[in-house]
């Protein structure tokens, strides 16, 4: 069965301290993996799409690099607005629909 | 650009009453469209997806059902709501076609089922 797990399920920094969020898969053919922000109360928000072994991505304070059984979220020196809910999913055909799991998420609090 | 709504917000609903929740997408042309559930601890449930117009695929068997009938609205809706039915429903658009596309979400609805 296809599984998408994230670590840790919670992280706590201080402003400025930089970490990785991590996204562990494993499916039978990865056809893009994909990291989402999700408020509080709000539906996610799409930050990237990987493709392939050594992709990478950025985005602000935010960088995703993908390896073939995982992916990292890298956050540099983060600030309270980072704080949320980073939601990771992969992508693989199944038949015609190309079906998407999504991870727990890992919810990140930065304190100030 | 493309816009996602979803309506209500928020809702509270008796065990047994029936249930509609409406999408509509703007902006674009014959996307996908999916249904999600998002429980507490848990990671997004896909309930349906539609290729198209009346074309609905479930991924869940369940007490509740979706419809398409109009090429960028998605409905769902329940005949009879039970109390597992509450949860955060994501209502979500990709691009059609053979390339692998990411998914755009809505803002949800919260429903309690008392």
């Known amino acids: 069965e296809d599984q998408v797990t994230q670590s840790p399920e919670a992280l706590r920094l201080q402003e400025g301290e930089s970490s990785s969020l991590n996204c562990s898969y494993t499916?039978?053919?990865?056809?893009?993996l994909f990291w989402y922000r999700q408020d509080p109360g709000k539906g996610p928000e799409f930050l990237f799409t990987?493709?392939?072994a050594g992709e990478e991505k950025e985005k602000e304070r935010l960088k995703a690099t993908l390896t073939k059984k995982e992916s990292f979220l890298h956050i540099t020196a983060p600030k309270p607005e980072d704080s949320a809910t980073y939601l990771c999913?992969?992508?693989?055909?199944?038949?015609?629909?190309?079906?998407?799991?999504f991870g727990i998420g890992t919810k990140l609090q930065v304190i100030p | 650009s493309q816009t996602i709504h979803q309506w209500p917000a928020t809702l509270v609903q008796p065990v047994g009453s029936p249930l509609s929740l409406e999408c509509t997408v703007e902006?674009?042309?014959?996307?996908?469209l999916y249904w999600y559930r998002q429980a507490a601890g848990r990671g997004l449930q896909l309930l349906f997806y539609?290729?198209?117009?009346?074309?609905i695929s479930s991924e869940v068997p369940q007490n509740l059902s979706a419809s398409r009938p109009q090429d960028r609205q998605f409905i769902l809706s329940s005949k009879k709501l039970l109390l597992s039915d509450s949860g955060f429903y994501l209502c979500?658009?990709?691009?059609?076609?053979?390339?692998?596309?990411?998914?755009?979400f809505g803002p949800g609805t919260r429903l309690t089922v008392l």
């Open positions: 999913a992969v992508q693989e055909r199944s038949g015609g629909y190309q079906k998407v799991t």
């Open positions: 979500a658009w990709s691009l059609a076609g053979p390339i692998y596309n990411e998914q755009f």
């Open positions: 902006g674009t042309s014959n996307p996908n």
């Open positions: 539609s290729v198209g117009i009346g074309q």
């Open positions: 990987l493709y392939s």
């Open positions: 499916v039978s053919g990865l056809r893009g």
